[in-house]
Each structure stands twice: as structure tokens, then as C-alpha cells.
């Protein structure tokens, strides 16, 4: 239950079985109920039908249902641990903040660090500057992509550097030169970020700056280094969740705390 959307994923024996993804809006508890039903929808079940369920996120004290509460760094992680099990460092790139943690071999969080509240260090930045440049959201990375000369910003504060990619539309700076900047410029933080817990890779990039392709290559530039993108960057703590809920239940499986069910984990 994040700030800006609210995730599902319903996990069974052969993984990651249904998914839903709708933006948060002014009332959490409406749009998760709305989420899981179309999770479940997708994977032809009922709400018993499921065996566990694990809330987390922002919103997760919220919830319109009972589960357990896990923080959304320790979901990443066992999300990515799942999809990619040699993943050491996770950078889950989301609408408010940009979040770095280091794993175990096993998946768990050993140390992470978050970015401070400047938009310059989370998704709401790029809103901001795609709002500018009157370009979709989904058409930053390729575009970005196309750039052959970089705008370089003179600063790291969100609300200036918005009042410089006016000035360098003014000056005839083209769309594709100012996202790359603005993707270095992100990636500047981010790899601060890394380089505070020592970068150990393999390295993973979760959240809604999983889905910029020029920005994932910004990062990976910068930190000299390789990144793993998962198919749903968006979904990996909603899926880590529901993993957690699935070996929770396999844990307690003819114990007095499993639910009855078909054996599929949800997760928000």
C-alpha cells in the first residue's frame, strides 16, 4: 500500500499467479479492496480461497483486511531474493523516496539507507520534469536514450532544477538532452547513496524507476556496474510479500495459525 499506488500479487506453487496495480488516490482502504478484487478476479479465486496474506507499504496500518504487517524494505528483499537470489543491493526507486539496502545470501536486510525528502531522489522528480516537457511517463527512457549531449544541472534541489529545464527549453535544449541530465543527475544520488554501504552487486532496481530504461543505464553508468531489472519492478515488494505469506503458511501448514485455502498467498 504505497503513497502513489497500491499493489497485489497473488502467489501459488508455480509463482506469481495474478497482479493488480492501482494508483492510491484519497482512500486506501476503497482502492486496496478494488486491487485485491481484481487480483483475484485474474486468478479465478475468492478471498477464502486464500491461505495467507501479508500487508505492507505506507498505508498498510490501513488495510480494509487482517494480515501481517512486514516493512516494504524487508518485502524487497525477499521479493528479489526470489526472482534474482544473487542480488546483494537493492535500489527500489519510488514516488517519494529512493530507498538502498543490502541484502543476506539468505534475503533478508543488513543495512539500508533512504534518500533525504528532496524529490531530486525519488519518482516524483521525473513527474515533474515529464510534465514539463509535456512527454508520458513511459517515454522517458527511450527518449532519454537518444540524447547526444546531456544537459548538465547546476543543482541538486528538485524545485531549482525545474525552474532550469524551463530556461534550458528556453535556450533550445532538446527534450531527449534534458532527461538524460536529469536520469545523471539521479543517478549522481543514488550511486551516494550505494557507495555509503559499499556496492556489492549484484544489483537490483525495483519501484517505479525500474520502468525508465534510460534511467536504470544512468545508474548503471555511474556505479560502473550492472543492474537487474525485474519484469514488474512495480509489484516486487507486493510479490516479496506474498512470498513471505506462502512460507509463513507452509511454516505453519497442520498448526492452528494456517488458514484453509488452495495454497495461493496474497500480498498488498
Do not use: W
Amino acid at each position: 500500500m504505497g503513497s502513489v499506488s497500491i499493489k497485489a500479487a497473488i502467489v501459488g506453487g508455480q509463482g506469481m499467479m495474478a497482479s493488480g496495480l492501482i494508483p492510491s488516490g484519497g482512500n486506501y482502504k476503497n482502492v486496496a479492496r478494488k486491487v485485491m478484487d481484481h487480483a483475484l478476479a485474474q486468478a479465478s479465486l475468492s478471498f477464502d480461497d486464500l491461505s495467507g496474506l501479508v500487508i505492507t507499504g505506507l498505508g498498510a496500518a490501513g488495510a480494509p483486511f487482517a494480515g501481517r504487517q512486514v516493512s516494504d524494505i524487508s518485502c524487497q528483499a525477499r521479493g528479489c531474493h526470489c526472482l534474482f537470489p544473487s542480488a546483494r543491493t537493492i535500489i527500489d526507486i519510488g514516488g517519494q523516496f529512493t530507498k538502498v539496502a543490502k541484502i543476506s545470501p539468505e534475503g533478508r536486510i543488513a543495512d539500508f539507507l533512504m534518500s533525504e525528502k528532496c524529490a531530486t531522489g525519488s519518482g516524483r522528480f521525473l513527474q515533474v520534469i515529464a510534465r514539463i516537457l509535456s512527454v508520458p511517463l513511459d517515454e522517458i527512457g527511450p527518449l532519454s536514450l537518444q540524447s547526444e549531449k546531456p544537459v548538465e544541472f547546476s543543482t541538486n534541489c528538485a524545485v531549482f532544477a525545474e525552474s532550469e529545464t524551463i530556461s534550458r527549453i528556453a535556450e533550445g535544449a532538446k527534450p531527449a538532452d534534458i532527461l538524460a541530465g536529469v536520469h545523471r543527475a539521479m543517478a549522481a544520488k543514488v550511486s551516494m547513496l550505494v557507495k555509503r554501504l559499499k556496492l556489492t552487486p549484484d544489483i537490483v532496481l525495483t519501484g517505479g524507476g525500474g520502468e525508465d530504461r534510460g534511467l536504470a543505464q544512468a545508474i548503471g553508468d555511474a556505479l560502473k556496474a550492472g543492474i537487474l531489472v525485474p519484469d514488474f519492478p512495480r509489484l516486487t515488494a507486493a510479490f516479496g510479500a506474498a512470498c513471505l505469506a506462502r512460507e509463513e503458511q507452509t511454516a505453519n501448514s497442520g498448526g492452528q495459525n494456517a488458514r484453509p485455502g488452495n495454497g495461493s498467498e496474497a500480498a498488498l
